[in-house]
Structures are given as C-alpha cells and as structure tokens.
C-alpha cells in the first residue's frame, strides 16, 4: 500500500477533535465560524463560476501550461471511486482494475484496486504542521460521496498517480478542482519547485488577501521548507 511523502498515519489531532480529557466538548465558536466560511467559499466556486475576461485569459494560459510535453501523449482521463484523504493532497482511489491493469486487492470497492493520487500544482500542510490536520478534513470533505476524474499527468510505481482531479456531484451539475478549492480555502500552497498555473498563482494570492485559512498566520512555513 503506498504513502504519501506526508505520513498520513502521523499522531495529531484532526480537524475538529477534542482532544482535552474527559467527555468530548461541542465544537468551539471559532471552529464553526471556520467550516462555516470554508462552506461558503465553496459554495461561491460551484454555483458562480469566473467568467470575467481575465479569468478566461487566465485559463487559456493555464490550458498552454497544463498540457503533456509535446511527445504525442494526452493526459489520461480516468474516473475512479474516493476512499479516504491521506493529506490535503494526496487522495486514496480506487482504479478499475482494466484500467490499473492489475489484480485487484481487498479493501477496495468490487473490480478496484487502490491508488493515490497527489494534486498536480499544489502542496498542503503535512501532518502536524498547522493547518495539516484541517487540508485532510476539507480534501475529504469535497471529495467525500462525490464522482473523481483525474487527468494523470504521471504515473509512479505501486499505483501513484499525480495529476488534476475534479469532484462532480452526482445529482448536481457543480464540479471542482480539488487542488484549486484548497488553495481558495487558504489550506494549500500552488507548489512553487515545479511548473504550476497561472490560476493557482491567482487563486493563492485571492486567498492571502482574504487572510483565509494558513495565511492568519503572519509567516506560514511551507511544506518543503517544513
């Protein structure tokens, strides 16, 4: 079974654990107001798209960046089943097993075999720095009961893929990028050692701006520097 470069088994409370002792304790005022805020940036991306001119341009230049080396290869799209978010981006999944080309292993939905997924673009907190805990809860809060596409970009030994993923809701015509949602959350950096967008340079800046997320901190350490 592959890991993440963030252990995801890493002791530390998650998002929303009480971990005082004795009987657990409602959620505290300033978690609510938090879930509450992350809930309506969400809901702000599904239901009002950016159809301003620059976004447009924005994502032309996107699409020129996102695509595969000119080697005549098309970025795979392949729809797989959600299982559980091991770090604000890296995703458990299950493959078809035509698709995998492999056997596929208990644990996972009948006909899959398990894979994870890391987000092309973006780096989240890793467990036990701050914030780390609450990039897993929201990764797989959006993910959760949601349809996946991936649009590989690579893929690694023992089923790691990396590539872009959109969750689309199945009885909604809302869909998300998972990596750009948690940089809109302020729970993600856009990942500043490899080629990256210029919408999640936007959307980072948006986020640093709105002091949401990680950037209530004053100097907020990134992963790579963790």
């Given at each position: 079974m592959p890991s993440p470069d963030r252990d995801p088994n890493a002791s530390g409370p998650t998002a929303g654990e009480n971990t005082s002792d004795g009987e657990n304790t409602p959620e505290s005022?300033?978690?609510?107001?938090?879930?509450?805020?992350?809930?309506?940036?969400?809901?702000?991306?599904?239901?009002q798209p950016r159809n301003t001119s620059r976004c447009e341009e924005g994502s032309r230049r996107e699409e020129k960046e996102d695509r595969w080396p000119d080697s005549g290869l098309i970025p795979a799209a392949i729809e797989v089943v959600f299982l559980?978010?091991?770090?604000?981006?890296?995703?458990?999944?299950?493959?078809?097993?035509?698709?995998?080309h492999a056997p596929e292993r208990s644990g996972t939905a009948?006909?899959?075999?398990?894979?994870v997924?890391?987000?092309?673009?973006?780096q989240a907190p890793r467990p036990g720095q701050p914030f780390g805990a609450a990039a897993t809860e929201a990764a797989g809060r959006i993910c959760k009961g949601k349809r996946l596409r991936v649009a590989a970009r690579s893929a690694g030994?023992?089923?790691?893929?990396?590539g872009s993923v959109v969750a689309e809701?199945?009885?909604?015509?809302?869909?998300?990028?998972?990596?750009?949602?948690?940089?809109?959350?302020?729970?993600a950096w856009q990942?500043?050692?490899?080629?990256?967008?210029?919408?999640l340079r936007s959307l980072e800046q948006e986020a640093r701006r709105e002091e949401v997320g990680l950037w209530q901190q004053a100097s907020p350490t990134p992963p790579w520097s963790w």
């Open positions: 005022l300033p978690d609510r107001e938090d879930r509450r805020r992350q809930e309506d940036i969400l809901q702000e991306d599904i239901l559980e978010a091991l770090s604000g981006d890296a995703l458990r999944v299950g493959l078809s097993a035509s698709e995998a009948v006909g899959r075999v398990p894979a997924v890391y987000l092309w673009g973006i030994p023992e089923g790691r893929i990396t809701g199945k009885e909604t015509s809302g869909r998300q990028d998972v990596g750009r949602a948690l940089i809109r959350l302020g729970l990942d500043q050692r490899r080629p990256s967008s210029a919408q």
